[in-house]
């Protein structure tokens, strides 16, 4: 797929949450298409201390209003900098980065999507896909507590969508893994996407269970396109770049202990 | 229009912009974004005789102005360049220059001669100042008589231009450029980065796998300036100046110091269209200052 490198304007900020908000941003150009997985490189001009671009998972694209979604983590100076970004702004992205999901040929799979924290992003953009294909996908969203929960009304638009907190304030109590939903549906592939120790649970029931599944990797990356070779996982292919050859994996080609 | 010509020894370049070796992957990751045929030159990720799988994750460091990098010179090996990389990038017109490494003086001579035979490769860059590897690399970068032994051996294999690529990490870096020079170096690239270090707080930990790494970016780009003027004085032969040049005028400091042509590096990551606008830009401040050619400014510094 093209990559593009665009002038951008904020339309909206939303603030979600203490520490996470959402920016839409728009282009006088038709956006480019993209895949649910790929990522941008944002270009931070307000931090003195942040450098580099910033990748960020695309949330959603909203076609009939040219709108790219990204759901923005407020973790250091660069992600505390975009948090501050207003209507008109001006922001230039890298896009789209990276390969998407993998989607099924039959309508008939279950497909579950299982997000934790700032990884809920990019399963909203993957389940619009899926249901535009004419999928049901079910969401599996888990947080700390209920208040880390964000765009439920979103995600409720595309698909069946349960909860796990490890505080018990919403739906379950406890991780995405020992979630009813597992035992109650019999799922033909799951995508993941949030805390590595999340993801590894995930890989290892998955594997456990024969369900196809495919990870989202989110390592410190700088150029976003293959030039650097920072960002790499270690494969059964050995060292690729994640920017690249991700930032969807299939489980089966990591060298994770599962 | 200014002519903006330069040469390196016999190599003419169209213009005195290139990329450098690990910031711009083999130029076909970056065409989506500028046209990489109007550079000067492309030197491309270092290659070393044998497949290296690199440095383990994590091996990169964002500092202000900056970054740390330890990737330890990740590549496919000398065969797999000539016989699957090779055939792709050849046609681009634009030279592109393969950035060669080793662990010893043998395996950077096997890896020049493999390079030696291909017709669309009209120079090398010879790493001498990696620091990201524990054998070789730096290691030969940081004596006269190593740099001397690499480059001499080198020589022997390698008939067309053979640039060497200089760290900043030793006391004098223009008793190195003599001793290149002296044993049949067409040119010196400098400079690669500057060993550092990253360390959390929070954890306590260090933040690269290696512990050490190269620094990169506009933060270095006063100790390049510092280290190209001093080697202009030194040697008889083109530098190439390269350290944390993100915009023209960066380019025209460096120019203004010694630097026969320059590489962008670091900056690429960040607009992958920097080079293109400082071609544009050297073009305008020749034209505002009456320079007819751009290789005016070579050691034009007005002292």
């Known amino acids: ?258 | 229009m200014a002519d903006l010509k330069v040469n390196i020894g016999s190599l003419e370049l169209k213009n005195p912009v290139m990329t450098a070796s690990g910031t711009f992957g083999y130029g076909t990751e970056y065409t989506d974004f500028t046209d990489i045929n109007a550079l000067g030159g492309i030197f491309v990720k270092g290659t070393t005789i044998e497949h290296r799988e690199g440095n383990p994750y994590p091996r990169m460091a964002e500092t202000p102005a900056g970054m740390l990098n330890a990737v330890g010179l990740q590549n496919k090996g000398a065969d797999y360049f000539v016989d699957k990389i090779y055939s792709a990038i050849k046609d681009y017109k634009t030279h592109m220059i393969v950035n060669v490494s080793g662990s010893s003086v043998e395996s950077y001579v096997a890896c020049a001669g493999k390079i030696a035979g291909l017709e669309q490769i009209p120079a090398i860059e010879l790493n001498i100042s990696c620091p990201n590897v524990k054998k070789g690399g730096m290691a030969f970068g940081v004596t006269c008589a190593g740099a001397a032994e690499v480059v001499r051996a080198v020589r022997r294999v390698y008939p067309k231009i053979l640039i060497v690529k200089l760290s900043p990490n030793v006391t004098d870096i223009t008793e190195i450029a003599k001793a290149v020079e002296d044993n049949g170096a067409d040119a010196v690239s400098l400079i690669n980065t500057l060993l550092g270090m990253a360390i959390n707080a929070e954890t306590r930990k260090p933040v690269l796998s290696t512990i050490t790494g190269g620094l990169s970016g506009p933060c270095i780009k006063p100790v390049a300036l510092r280290m190209v003027w001093q080697t202009y004085k030194a040697v008889n032969i083109p530098i190439i100046g390269l350290g944390g040049i993100a915009n023209w005028k960066d380019a025209v400091e460096f120019m203004l110091a010694g630097a026969t042509a320059i590489q962008v590096g670091t900056y690429n990551f960040i607009d992958p269209t920097v080079s293109a606008k400082i071609i544009e830009g050297l073009n305008g401040y020749c034209d505002q200052f009456g320079f007819k050619s751009v290789s005016e400014l070579t050691g034009a510094l007005d002292i």
């Not at chain 1, 497909?111 to 990019?122: D, S």
């Not at chain 1, 996982?233 to 050859?245: A, I, M």
């Open chain 1, 1 to 258: 797929m093209k990559k593009y490198m665009l002038d951008m304007k904020v339309t909206e900020n939303k603030d979600l949450h203490d520490n996470y908000c959402l920016l839409k941003i728009t282009s006088d150009k038709t956006l480019p298409e993209a895949l649910p997985g790929q990522f941008v490189q944002a270009l931070v001009d307000r931090s003195p201390t942040t450098f580099l671009r910033r990748p960020i998972s695309i949330n959603y694209i909203d076609k009939k209003s040219n709108e790219l979604w990204l759901l923005i983590q407020k973790v250091g100076d660069g992600t505390h900098a975009m948090a501050t970004y207003k209507p008109g702004d001006s922001m230039n992205l890298l896009l789209p980065l990276g390969n998407g999901f993998t989607i099924p040929g039959s309508k008939e799979e279950n497909l579950l999507l299982i997000g934790g924290g700032v990884g809920t992003a990019p399963m909203l953009f993957l389940g619009a896909c899926l249901k535009e294909k004419g999928f049901k996908p079910v969401f599996l969203l888990g947080a700390r507590s209920e208040k880390d929960l964000m765009q439920l009304d979103d995600f409720q638009q595309f698909g069946t969508v349960y909860m796990t907190t490890e505080d018990g304030s919403c739906g379950e109590k406890g991780y995405v893994t020992n979630h009813s939903v597992l035992t109650n549906i019999q799922f033909n592939k799951i995508y993941t996407c949030g805390p590595k120790p999340m993801m590894q649970a995930v890989a290892r029931y998955a594997s456990a269970n024969h369900i196809a599944c495919e990870v989202s990797l989110e390592n410190m990356m700088a150029c976003g396109m293959g030039a650097c070779l920072c960002c790499v996982e270690n494969t059964r292919n050995g060292h690729v770049c994640v920017c690249t050859e991700g930032p969807v994996f299939n489980i089966d080609k990591l060298t994770w202990q599962i």
